[in-house]
């Protein structure tokens, strides 16, 4: 069966220092990848999707890679800030407005 | 466009009891999502809709729940009846296809059954 894996539950990081988020998927071939941000008590916000013809996004200080081989993306966030602090959420899709299958997320805290 | 509205924000019940909860997505989108979320499940797909025709409920849990889309601009969510274990922060989201913007998720409805 599918099976997405965000690394570590929690990850914590100094401010001004690069985040660095995993997802990593098995039993799936996903079209496209999606990062999503949710704060508690709110609903997940849309950051940014990749396709999987896609190596790299980015926007302002985020960047996402896919890599299909190694079936994994990588999601930073450069020079952080304690607003990073969040659950951030990948999801795999096979278009790019249906179905999708979420990971459970990663909870970065930034300190100041 | 005020997003995705999503009624009501918590709803408390008894066991047994009949709960609705409903959506309102974005104009012209034309995707529909039922999510739910817990701590120990994560979030869930249990059904979706392109334009208000059911396309995959084999995230429904059992026949206590349904959901209907009568038009492009309301869905609801019926669990009847329900039990403690139906407890959990339900989201609805919406999407466009052909769109590189992802869903859009409201900001939930946080059941407690007890």
């Known amino acids: 069966s599918q099976k997405i894996e965000q690394n570590s539950e929690a990850l914590n990081i100094q401010e001004g220092k690069t985040a660095t988020l995993t997802c990593n998927y098995t039993?799936?071939?996903?079209?496209?990848l999606q990062w999503y941000r949710q704060d508690p008590g709110r609903g997940p916000v849309f950051l940014l999707l990749i396709r999987e013809n896609e190596k790299e996004k980015r926007k302002e200080r985020l960047k996402v890679t896919f890599d299909t081989t190694l079936k994994q993306s990588l999601f930073h966030i450069t020079a952080s800030q304690p607003a990073d602090s969040a659950t951030y959420l990948c999801?795999?899709?096979?278009?790019?407005?249906?179905?999708?299958?979420f990971g459970d997320g990663t909870t970065l805290t930034v300190k100041p | 466009d005020a997003g995705v509205i999503q009624s009501p924000r918590h709803e408390v019940t008894e066991m047994g009891q009949e709960v609705t909860l409903r959506c309102k997505p974005i104009?012209?989108?034309?995707?529909l999502f039922w999510y739910r979320q817990t701590m120990m499940r994560g979030l869930e797909l249990l059904i979706y809709?392109?334009?208000?025709?059911?396309?995959?409920d084999s995230g429904m849990p059992e026949d206590r729940f349904s959901a209907k889309m009568p038009n492009a601009s309301f869905s609801t969510l019926k669990i009847q009846p329900s039990e403690p274990r139906d407890s959990a922060v339900y989201f609805c989201?919406?999407?466009?296809?052909?769109?590189?913007?992802?869903?859009?998720f409201g900001s939930g409805t946080r059941l407690t059954v007890v």
């Open positions: 104009s012209g989108h034309d995707y």
């Open positions: 999801a795999l899709s096979n278009t790019n407005a249906g179905k999708s299958t």
């Open positions: 039993n799936y071939s996903p079209a496209y």
């Open positions: 809709f392109n334009n208000n025709v059911p396309i995959d």
């Open positions: 989201a919406s999407s466009l296809s052909g769109g590189d913007y992802g869903y859009t």
